[in-house]
């Protein structure tokens, strides 16, 4: 993980920002981060902050205000005590999403170069490194995932691949959205109680109540009706608040790429696109098309999904 301040040299500045024949537009960049921060304080809302809350404190869902949870000491001893990002910029992120177009990409290393890395999902990296890259810094863990990348934790074979995947982030950020929708709260208190009985380096953040909605009613604005963003385009959106120039890797929700050839949903699983159209609550095809607007403006740089592969027919 990166330190505090982070300016990279002139040299890595121009790799990225003329790849692909791609210029980054400073200016439509700041103006975007201005207008974000009218809707959120993205430092703030990355986590909920431990003096904001008490154990016991009842949290009702973002998705489902009838429901409501509570407040454990484990999840409230983890929650950190000032923003964990704070007196952090860095002139370039790359945000990696998880499309099995980066496979055979060879992206990793290019991805590694940017000084600060956000991974969605507990995506596995270290053998898709090459095309993946191995470095993370922020890391978002859905509670979902747990359920179907690790067994439910069901046995001690998948008990101990979940730790090892842990204990493999080092100091980074893990960002879990616990308070989103009911149903995960066993796999959360699991995942922290493992962190805080095995010490572990990591940084936890639980985002804020307000920010789905918060970055939904930004992208409103935009004229751009999403019901329900991302983990995605909810990494792009905060990360404008610390990052100069955004990069993104592996953005492609099309079953096929633009020369015809098969692209798996995910690069490291089986699941098919007739899974997520029958389960998932999220509009891809328009998120990409918002970011490939992004793109040609200059405001991010997309690779492999986005820039460098561009859909001839999104069916």
């Keep these: 993980p990166s330190g505090t301040e982070v300016n990279s040299s002139k040299g890595l500045s121009e790799h990225f920002s003329q790849t692909g024949n791609w210029t980054f537009n400073l200016t439509l960049a700041n103006l975007i981060r201005k207008d974000i921060l009218r809707f959120l304080d993205p430092l703030r809302d990355l986590s909920i902050l431990r003096g904001a809350v008490r154990p016991g404190d009842t949290v009702h869902y973002v998705l489902d205000r009838h429901s409501s949870t509570h407040i454990t000491e484990t999840l409230y001893r983890l929650l950190p005590s000032a923003p964990p990002l704070k007196s952090q910029f860095h002139r370039s992120c790359a945000i990696v999403g998880n499309s099995g177009i980066l496979l055979n990409s060879r992206c ?35 509670p979902s995932v747990v359920q179907r990348a690790f067994g439910d934790l069901q046995t001690e074979e998948w008990q ?24 995960g709260e066993g796999r959360v208190e699991w995942a922290l109680q493992l962190i805080q009985d095995q010490g572990l380096e990591l940084r936890t953040a639980v985002p804020s109540l307000r920010l789905l909605h918060a970055v939904r009613g930004y992208w409103l604005t935009k004229r751009v009706p999403i019901k329900r963003p991302s983990t995605g385009l909810l990494m792009y959106t905060l990360a404008t608040r610390f990052c100069s120039e955004l990069h993104l890797y592996g953005f492609w929700p099309f079953p096929r790429d633009a020369h015809g050839a098969t692209v798996k949903y995910h690069y490291y699983d089986q699941l098919t696109y007739r899974y997520t159209s029958s389960s998932s609550p999220h509009t891809m095809p328009l998120e990409y098309r918002t970011l490939s607007t992004l793109h040609s403006q200059g405001r991010c740089g997309c690779t492999r999904g986005l820039g460098a592969i561009f859909p001839q027919n999104e069916g």
């Design 108 to 142: 990793g290393e290019e991805i590694d170069r940017h000084p600060f890395v956000i991974r969605c999902n507990l995506a596995p990296v270290e053998e898709f490194s090459e095309d993946v890259g191995s470095r993370t810094d922020l890391v978002t863990m859905n």
């Design 160 to 183: 101990l691949r979940f730790a090892q995947r842990l204990k493999a982030l080092g100091g980074s950020v893990l960002w879990i959205p616990a308070f989103m929708a009911k149903g």
